[in-house]
């Protein structure tokens, strides 16, 4: 993220394709399009410069979740990537005694595309700083919104790394890698920072929000601040949670869509397309035909402990896995069944749907010892499977199981499990599976080298 950081010398993203989901920003790619410097950028801004940096804001934040997904997944023993690189199935199982690399993809992709995001937002943040285009008022939805964005990339770093870097607003002068304790304090104090902004920012954006029409409260005028607002404390209840604060949690859902009775399925989604200059969805994988079509070596196998550990009849399995015409094998590893998470290159990845949030009034009533509403969230979950309601013991240790299977199940594949286990402190080979002698469990990915984090 340092060389992220200190590279920036040219407008990272200034040309908008009109139609597509999100500009792209490969922002190594991108030279100078428009002959502005970044510094140019941040100078004086006019709206367009402004809501194209509001796009590159979004774009970026898609740039490392196939690593994120798979990486973890496979750390979580969720899943297998069955491909051309061994060191999916070596090094993130820890084959015969192996260790991390910190300088490997696993280790800075996710990294890299959480950090240019996070960047991109503190582009955005500078340029309302220096222009007079627009008025105070208005400045503040810029700033809420890129606020907001910035606190959930933090916590998809602080999932995977355990440690994130907050304070990166001066590039000359960056701040420590805090561990999970000091820097989810300081998510949460961004958090409510961006609240503060928002409500200070009218009622109407003067940008689009792609993938976020689920939370319009009114079609003839579009997402507004007050909607917008519904997704800061959504993820306000996430980051108060995996602080420990189930009241905070639980104040903070109340104040987003977060709805016992509603949809599981609402929520803003990261969108994608095969236009120019966009990308398809990083983590779709085409079904098998037959034995003798795999899947042309790029394969997302459901690990077998997922499909074995189910309870009968459980939708979740069928809408998210299907059996392979044949078992795959791949370097002493195998599997039965394969993804199907999402049905095509140009499905949407949900950012914080509903159902999330459902898990985490559980698991906040948990916290506070209110375990029949524990019950009450956890059987929206299990009957919403297909399953029985929870019959369960009522005590704090019966339910956290409980609610920890529900996520294994809703969350799969979603950069969950292994932060889920982390947290609990069970990550060990009672819970986690060791599928070769000689394989071990990790609990984080390592930051990568360039951020001298040793």
Request: with cysteine; hydrophobic share 40%.
């Amino acid at each position: 993220m340092q060389k992220i950081i200190k590279s920036r010398k040219k407008a990272l993203y200034l040309l908008a394709f009109m139609g597509l989901a999100f500009v792209s920003c490969e922002l190594d790619e991108i030279q100078d399009p428009n002959g502005l410097s970044l510094a140019e950028t941040e100078q004086n801004a006019i709206l367009g410069v402004l809501n194209e940096l509001v796009v590159g804001v979004q774009s970026s934040a898609r740039n490392g979740i196939g690593i994120e997904t798979t990486a973890s997944g496979t750390i979580a023993r969720e899943l297998y990537l069955f491909d051309a690189d061994p060191r999916n199935t070596g090094d993130l199982l820890g084959k015969d005694g192996s260790a991390l690399n910190n300088n490997s993809f696993y280790s800075t992709a996710q990294w890299n595309g959480n950090y240019r995001s996070i960047k991109n937002a503190n582009i955005l943040l500078n340029a309302l700083d220096n222009t007079n285009a627009i008025t105070e008022t208005e400045k503040n939805g810029y700033r809420g919104f890129a606020k907001t964005f910035q606190a959930y990339e933090f916590i998809q770093i602080l999932k995977s790394y355990g440690q994130a870097r907050i304070d990166v607003a001066d590039e000359e002068n960056l701040g420590a890698i805090l561990d999970f304790d000091a820097a989810i304090a300081e998510v949460r104090t961004l958090l409510n920072e961006a609240l503060t902004d928002l409500n200070n920012a009218g009622d109407t954006f003067l940008f689009p929000i792609a993938g976020f029409s689920d939370l319009v409260s009114d079609t003839d005028t579009g997402l507004s601040v007050s909607d917008f607002i519904e997704f800061n404390r959504a993820v306000a209840a996430v980051a108060a949670l995996y602080d420990g604060d189930g009241d905070a949690a639980l104040t903070a859902l109340q104040n987003s869509y977060f709805d016992l009775n509603g949809s599981l399925a609402v929520g803003p989604r990261f969108l994608f397309s095969l236009g120019a200059g966009d990308r398809a969805n990083p983590v779709f994988r085409s079904p098998s035909e037959s034995a003798e079509s795999p899947n042309n070596g790029d394969q997302i196998i459901v690990h077998n402990s997922w499909i074995n550990d189910a309870e009968p009849n459980d939708l979740r399995v069928a809408e998210k896995a299907a059996l392979r015409p044949s078992p795959s094998v791949q370097d002493g590893l195998n599997g039965t069944h394969e993804t199907r998470l999402y049905a095509s290159n140009l499905s949407s990845i949900d950012i914080l749907r509903n159902e999330e949030l459902v898990l985490v009034y559980a698991e906040a009533n948990i916290l506070t010892n209110n375990l029949p509403e524990a019950v009450v969230a956890l059987d929206v979950i299990r009957t919403s499977a297909n399953l029985p309601v929870y019959l369960g013991a009522i005590t704090t240790e019966a339910l956290t199981d409980e609610m920890l299977t529900q996520r294994r199940y809703s969350l799969w594949s979603e950069n969950h499990r292994l932060f889920d286990l982390r947290r609990y402190n069970r990550i060990n080979e009672t819970v986690l599976p060791i599928d070769r002698e000689g394989d071990r469990l990790f609990e984080v990915l390592p930051i990568p080298l360039s951020e001298n984090a040793d």
